[in-house]
């Protein structure tokens, strides 16, 4: 089946650092998401792209759509303390209801 | 706006035992799909349901079942219980036509003991 490859699985960063994160996958996807989730709670969507190339902002957070269809990237700009957690990429290729999803980037961010 | 709604929060059951978990979608939404997660891994597609029928299963055996209303709100059902089915799961809402914009719950957190 499908399969997502998030990296890194973890990033230890300073306080005002710039994160960078991937995903990437054998197979072609429709649409990739990206979703932060904190402990004990679901999943919560920031960004949502739907076209290869497409590049989309909301706030600090920045993320692309690549152009083979099968990798994305999520970047956070001047890490703040409230950006900790666990960031999820996730994906849904053509005539699948079902979304896949990577392991997770968990993200420690020191003062 | 009311955003998806999952009950109970917490849950523990023994072996064998048979659970029922609730969902009510985000307002306007008339799809639901379930997802479990284990500790320490992405979510796993469980199954999708929209106008009370399921569209899409993943590989998950006949215990799991479930069931939407006439209000697109949705039960997750598992039936004889394993240690294995310990995990939180998720209660994503979208719109048909946008199924690929999903919006999660809070989850509910199955303990089996």
């Known amino acids: 089946g499908q399969q997502l490859n998030q990296s890194p699985q973890s990033m230890f960063i300073q306080e005002g650092e710039d994160v960078s994160m991937n995903c990437t996958s054998s197979s072609i996807f429709n649409t990739w998401l990206w979703y932060k989730q904190d402990p004990g709670e679901g999943p919560v969507l920031l960004i949502a792209?739907?076209?290869?190339?497409e590049l989309t902002s909301n706030g600090r957070l920045t993320a692309q759509f690549g152009i083979t269809r099968k990798d994305s990237f999520l970047n956070i700009s001047a890490s703040i303390p409230s950006d900790v957690g666990i960031y999820f990429c996730a994906g849904r290729i053509q005539g699948a209801q079902k979304l896949v999803f990577g392991q997770g980037t968990r993200l420690t961010i020191n003062p | 706006d009311a955003g998806v709604t999952q009950s109970p929060t917490h849950l523990i059951k023994t072996r064998g035992q048979q659970v029922t978990l609730r969902c009510s979608p985000k307002?306007?939404?008339?799809?639901v799909s379930w997802y479990q997660q284990a500790l320490g891994q992405g979510p796993q597609f469980i199954f999708q349901y929209y106008e009370e029928e399921e569209r899409q299963r993943g590989n998950f055996p006949d215990r799991f079942s479930g069931h939407q209303f006439p209000n697109y709100s949705s039960e997750l059902n598992v039936n004889a219980l394993l240690l294995g089915d310990s995990a939180l799961y998720l209660c994503?809402?979208?719109?048909?036509?946008?199924?690929?914009?999903?919006?999660f719950g809070p989850g509910t957190r199955l303990t089996v003991l």
């Open positions: 307002s306007g939404h008339d799809t």
């Open positions: 792209l739907y076209k290869a190339g």
């Open positions: 994503a809402s979208s719109l048909l036509a946008r199924t690929d914009t999903q919006y």
